[in-house]
């Protein structure tokens, strides 16, 4: 079992930055490929970015792309997103997840074989 726990979201304007933080705990979180997803007011959940166990490996959705990196510090059993350049479509809720499976990681994959946090909420204003 891995609780994960989210932190880091909230009000920012358009065009600012934000890093979120998800904590880990339980078993062994160097074991895990960790990743971040979200989910927007109406809108199934989607893919944002994911970091193999190490941290060599990462990829992320085209909608981010350029503007996200996702880190992860074993020693701390902690995963980040940092963003930059907000836009008010990067609202939602961001979950962190645990997976057994790096690429591709899903959402299906997530829950069929991993774990989800339970989401930290950003708002991007105009």
């Known amino acids: 079992q891995v609780q994960l726990v989210e932190s880091g979201g909230g009000l920012v304007q358009a065009g600012g930055s934000l890093r979120l933080s998800c904590a880990a705990s339980g078993r062994s979180f160097s074991s895990y490929a960790m990743g971040w997803f979200r989910q927007a007011p109406g809108k199934e959940r989607e893919f944002v970015a994911a970091?193999?166990?190490?941290?060599?490996?990462?990829y992320y959705a085209d909608s981010v792309k350029g503007r996200s990196t996702i880190s992860r510090d074993n020693a701390k059993d902690t995963v980040y997103l940092q963003m930059i350049s907000l836009k008010t479509q990067d609202t939602a809720v961001y979950y962190c997840?645990?997976?057994?499976?790096?690429?591709?990681?899903?959402?299906?994959?997530?829950?069929?074989?991993?774990?989800w946090g339970q989401g930290t909420q950003v708002i991007v204003s105009s």
């Open positions: 997840a645990a997976s057994t499976f790096f690429s591709p990681m899903t959402v299906a994959t997530v829950t069929a074989g991993g774990y």
């Open positions: 970091i193999s166990t190490s941290g060599a490996g990462t």
